[in-house]
């Protein structure tokens, strides 16, 4: 089995603008993708009024709340939320390294997926870069168990997601999706897949300061009833699950770089993805850094990538 991954970093050509609200805030929100150099990674920048800012390196150990979303930092008044759609579009499409530079809070919810960051960076456009691109190859099985759910990483030759979800709701039920991630399938399959929640919890999320800005244009709503509210229905006859992926793809990417392997889970979300992630990254026997050779740049075998000792690639990944 092959992987469609090439060995140079990259970046977008140009800058590109989106504006919405935050799902939680309701607040109105901009964010500006920016090119930035090799080696800069994912970085996340909240403006405030003043010409200060806060920036956040996206990975794990930047993390801080994962109740509902994925954020980064500690400080609410400083924080920067809700940031897996970002990420599962960046990650899927390649994109090694960008400045997300954001006037609020939490990242704009779109219509609930992850189609608008795709066609936005589509429309600035990727770049390779000099630099080597670096992977995070899973080299022994990883698992964490909460309850009945529980999520795990194995070796695997590409990168693969097998995500299960299990439901009392009769709608959704038992689901799964299970593949082996690529761009165009990101973009097809998993990307118009929308965040979803039940009529019965809209008021005590309300009453917690969440969901504020949620809507019919960027949620799939269930009603009392066990029944999709939104007129138009669903996208995918298992969106749910699908949109689970997403998260998944999107929390992942917090490993500050593309990864060899194969991601499953049960029941999972984002607090599990968080400390399943941060359970491989802890353990230095469950993974190695490689890099992909330069001579071949189409597609490449795992075993065609070439290890980085660790004290040298450290401090891409801190």
Not at 80 to 88: C, D, F, G, W
Request: glycine share 10%; with cysteine.
């Amino acid at each position: 089995m092959t992987i469609g991954l090439l060995g140079f970093q990259t970046t977008i050509a140009a800058p590109v603008t989106l504006a919405g609200i935050g799902v939680h805030s309701g607040a109105p929100v901009s964010i500006t993708f920016q090119p930035v150099e090799a080696g800069t990674g994912i970085v996340f920048s909240r403006q405030f009024a003043d010409g200060t800012s806060a920036e956040y390196r996206a990975v794990s150990s930047q993390v801080g709340a994962t109740d509902l979303c994925t954020v980064l930092g500690t400080s609410p008044s400083r924080w920067v939320a809700t940031i897996e759609h970002v990420m599962a579009a960046l990650y899927a499409l390649g994109v090694d390294n960008v400045m997300v530079e954001v006037d609020g809070g939490e990242m704009p919810i779109m219509d609930g997926s992850s189609f608008a960051f795709i066609e936005a960076i589509e429309q600035a456009g990727i770049v390779n870069l000099s630099a080597k691109r670096r992977y995070i190859r899973v080299v022994k099985p990883v698992r964490i168990d909460s309850g009945a759910s529980w999520s795990e990483f194995r070796p695997h030759d590409g990168t693969r997601f097998e995500v299960e979800i299990d439901f009392a709701s009769p709608l959704i039920g038992r689901q799964s999706w299970k593949g082996e991630l690529t761009a165009p399938r990101f973009k097809q399959e998993l990307s118009r897949a929308r965040t979803f929640g039940f009529m019965r919890d809209v008021e005590r999320l309300w009453a917690a300061g969440y969901a504020l800005g949620s809507s019919l244009e960027n949620s799939v709503v269930i009603s009392d009833d066990d029944s999709v509210v939104n007129v138009e229905g669903l996208r995918y006859t298992d969106e749910f699950v699908r949109h689970k992926t997403l998260d998944a793809v999107g929390d992942l990417a917090l490993a500050g770089a593309q990864f060899i392997g194969c991601y499953r889970s049960y029941r999972g979300g984002h607090k599990m993805n968080a400390n399943a992630l941060k359970a491989l990254l802890s353990d230095p026997t469950a993974y190695e850094i490689v890099e992909a050779p330069t001579s071949r740049v189409a597609r490449l075998r795992a075993g065609d990538f070439v290890p980085v000792s660790v004290s040298e690639a450290a401090p891409s990944f801190a």
